[in-house]
């Protein structure tokens, strides 16, 4: 019988947890055993109880004999390496790993003979769609971000009528048409702001339009830029540069700045750097959620919030913690939507000829399989 651990959840700040008591349920029908770290779900709302009730067994924290035990461990981010030595071969770790230029990853998982399921690379098609955790986290960033930047704007965004006078509506410039761009167009339409969106793709100008935003034409160049897999591709300096030129008329006449532009497994390009940010006016907001990967604006740190030429900069890579339920939730879903058609009987068997499983299989019972990934 396939045993699955849920650990509680050590990095900092994060609120989420990998399996739900719905998904914990979903497992045991299954005839998988589940057990789930005590706490683990506490702080996404999530009692001990509530994981017993749907057939759940509470341990104890670090307890070596079921992390020595456990098939398949769900995780948000990669557990501790103190952890992952007590995991026997050929143990299934699944969640979003960090892989890229993560040596002390590909070691350990290398040395304790672990197969690695990293869903950073979990191929962007349809039938993956159920699957795709990166999509289902960044719908709540997008959303959030609106949120934070309404908290910290000095003003309304919608327009309002008063005895006293008109308020006109904010202006929302937002960098990036994927998910969380979406998402955050969404959000800001419907608490009455102007939005307007810049992509590198012309594909996008159709969805940001439907959503009643306004696309930014960016320049032409000889070389188009596009993507690969569902990503944005890296695009030449020469188009950084004329784009940039683009963008400041707009930042100029912005209120909030939400940047979401990142490019899989490569450092996030800078979009709006200190020129830019100097014709933006004192009291407007920049939240920048592609902050871990360097960022799209110039200065930003990862969860500070800075204030440069009266501008302030949120770097907000983590916004998905913060709505822990439903992000928590949606998570669980993705992973056992994955792994659900790979249990028979209780029994787990990867089918490493699936392209689900072949794209995100880091590692095969610590054979690793994708050492460019390692090498980015």
């Given at each position: 019988?396939?045993?699955?651990?849920?650990?509680?959840?050590?990095?900092?700040?994060?609120?989420?947890?990998?399996?739900?008591?719905?998904?914990?349920?979903?497992?045991?029908?299954?005839?998988?055993?589940?057990?789930?770290?005590?706490?683990?779900?506490?702080?996404?709302?999530?009692?001990?109880?509530?994981?017993?009730?749907?057939?759940?067994?509470?341990?104890?924290?670090?307890?070596?004999?079921?992390?020595?035990?456990?098939?398949?461990?769900?995780?948000?981010?990669?557990?501790?390496?103190?952890?992952?030595?007590?995991?026997?071969?050929?143990?299934?770790?699944?969640?979003?790993?960090?892989?890229?230029?993560?040596?002390?990853?590909?070691?350990?998982i290398n040395s304790n003979?672990?197969?690695?399921?990293?869903?950073?690379?979990?191929?962007?098609?349809?039938?993956?769609?159920?699957?795709?955790?990166?999509?289902?986290?960044?719908?709540?960033?997008?959303?959030?971000?609106?949120?934070?930047a309404a908290t910290e704007?000095?003003?309304?965004?919608?327009?309002?009528?008063?005895?006293?006078?008109?308020?006109?509506?904010?202006?929302?410039?937002?960098?990036?048409?994927?998910?969380?761009?979406?998402?955050?167009?969404?959000?800001?339409?419907?608490?009455?702001?102007?939005?307007?969106?810049?992509?590198?793709?012309?594909?996008?100008?159709?969805?940001?339009?439907?959503?009643?935003?306004?696309?930014?034409?960016?320049?032409?160049?000889?070389?188009?830029?596009?993507?690969?897999?569902?990503?944005?591709?890296?695009?030449?300096?020469?188009?950084?540069?004329?784009?940039?030129?683009?963008?400041?008329?707009?930042?100029?006449?912005?209120?909030?700045?939400?940047?979401?532009?990142?490019?899989?497994?490569?450092?996030?390009?800078?979009?709006?750097?200190?020129?830019?940010?100097?014709?933006?006016?004192?009291?407007s907001v920049v939240i920048?959620?592609?902050?871990?990967?360097?960022?799209?604006?110039?200065?930003?740190?990862?969860?500070?919030?800075?204030?440069?030429?009266?501008?302030?900069?949120?770097?907000?890579?983590?916004?998905?913690?913060?709505?822990?339920?439903?992000?928590?939730?949606?998570?669980?879903?993705?992973?056992?939507?994955?792994?659900?058609?790979?249990?028979?009987?209780?029994?787990?068997?990867?089918?490493?000829?699936?392209?689900?499983?072949?794209?995100?299989?880091?590692?095969?019972?610590?054979?690793?399989?994708?050492?460019?990934?390692?090498?980015?």
């Open positions: 019988m396939t045993k699955v651990l849920i650990p509680l959840e050590t990095s900092l700040g994060e609120r989420r947890v990998s399996a739900t008591p719905e998904a914990v349920k979903k497992l045991k029908s299954l005839g998988c055993e589940v057990y789930i770290e005590t706490s683990a779900g506490n702080l996404s709302g999530f009692s001990d109880l509530s994981y017993e009730e749907s057939g759940g067994k509470i341990v104890g924290l670090n307890n070596s004999i079921i992390w020595g035990e456990a098939n398949i461990v769900f995780c948000v981010h990669s557990p501790s390496e103190e952890n992952l030595m007590k995991l026997n071969k050929g143990a299934i770790l699944l969640g979003l790993l960090n892989p890229y230029g993560n040596n002390d990853l590909r070691k350990i003979k672990i197969s690695a399921l990293s869903l950073e690379l979990l191929p962007r098609i349809s039938r993956a769609q159920s699957s795709d955790v990166l999509s289902s986290q960044a719908n709540i960033a997008g959303y959030k971000a609106v949120l934070l704007l000095d003003r309304y965004f919608p327009m309002l009528m008063t005895a006293a006078g008109t308020v006109q509506p904010a202006k929302v410039v937002v960098l990036g048409g994927g998910v969380a761009g979406l998402q955050a167009v969404a959000t800001a339409k419907r608490l009455g702001a102007i939005v307007f969106v810049s992509d590198i793709r012309p594909a996008v100008k159709e969805q940001v339009e439907s959503l009643g935003a306004r696309f930014i034409e960016l320049p032409e160049v000889d070389e188009k830029p596009g993507e690969a897999g569902g990503y944005a591709k890296a695009v030449t300096p020469e188009f950084l540069s004329k784009q940039k030129a683009t963008l400041t008329k707009y930042l100029s006449e912005a209120d909030v700045a939400i940047c979401t532009a990142q490019v899989l497994g490569k450092k996030a390009p800078v979009l709006i750097d200190s020129p830019m940010l100097e014709k933006m006016r004192p009291g920048d959620l592609a902050v871990s990967q360097g960022g799209n604006c110039e200065g930003t740190k990862s969860n500070e919030t800075i204030i440069k030429d009266g501008v302030k900069l949120i770097g907000a890579g983590e916004l998905p913690s913060s709505v822990p339920y439903d992000a928590s939730s949606l998570y669980a879903k993705n992973l056992t939507s994955l792994i659900t058609p790979f249990i028979k009987d209780g029994v787990i068997k990867l089918d490493k000829e699936d392209e689900l499983i072949s794209g995100c299989l880091l590692s095969d019972e610590g054979v690793v399989l994708q050492n460019k990934v390692f090498e980015n």
